[in-house]
């Protein structure tokens, strides 16, 4: 039981603010002093506290400084023109090319034994595909809106800069 009654105290007293007492004296030659206890002559007494407790970051002010040649901005710009840009219109191509060859008539028109001609206009199979070529067509579009929005977002940028 012992090492945990040392163990709580050194907790309690680690947590404890330390503060001293210092005392600024003066002398009759007009000597300043700084002690713990109480002066002999003229003084006073200050509160000293750790510098810590109280002390809160600053956050650093703008850099005034000129950015260099290759600076952030300078990488930005060149990102953007050599891959940002380039990669996002590839990645809106792509996106229409794989959504231009998922044709809803195409699945429904080679189904195997199952052609369109042989099918009843109101069978279950006919209606299950034209609303799974809905959702995927309506999918695409979002895609496709989504892709676009990010490629003028990046001309965008690349304008300001």
Known sequence: MKPIRCAACALV????????AVNKCTDADGKVSFQDGPCLGQGEK?????AMQGATPVPPGPSTAK??????TWQRKHYLQNQGVPQ????L?????????????????HAGPLRRSTL???SQFAQERAAAAGKDKAACE?????????LKALEAELGKL
Do not use: M, S
């Open 13 to 20: 007293l680690g947590f404890l603010a330390p503060a001293w």
């Open 120 to 122: 009843a206009q109101g």
């Open 142 to 150: 979002a895609r496709t809106e989504e892709l676009r929005n990010q």
């Open 88 to 91: 996002a219109r590839a990645a």
């Open 67 to 72: 950015e260099g040649a290759f600076g952030p």
């Open 93 to 109: 191509e792509r996106n229409q090319q794989e959504c231009a060859a998922t044709a809803p008539d195409a699945a429904v028109a």
């Open 46 to 50: 200050i509160e000293v506290k750790p």
